[in-house]
């Protein structure tokens, strides 16, 4: 399920990073990398902010329906 739609303060893993290459490695250089375990903390005006890696970090949502996610 794309992270858009996942439920809040519920760990799961990222399947795959969706998009053009640009878009993916610029997820990826946030740490949005397939097998990472992350978290959704809280959407806020079509923003999202997601615990990955230990660091919380803030996508928008057109960004966030890329990653692609699994219940861990």
């Avoid at 399920?1 to 946030?30: D, W």
């Avoid at 397939?34 to 660091?55: D, F, P, Q, R, W």
Wanted: charged share 20%; aromatic share 10%.
């Amino acid at each position: 399920m794309p992270l858009n739609l996942a439920e809040f303060n519920t760990p799961y893993r990222i399947s795959k990073v969706c998009g053009q290459e640009k878009q993916r490695h610029y997820l990826e250089s946030l740490g949005f990398v397939a097998g990472s375990e992350i978290e959704l903390l809280s959407e806020i005006h079509g923003y999202y902010v997601v615990m990955v890696k230990g660091s919380k970090i803030g996508i928008e949502k057109s960004m966030a329906k890329r990653i692609i996610l699994y219940a861990a």
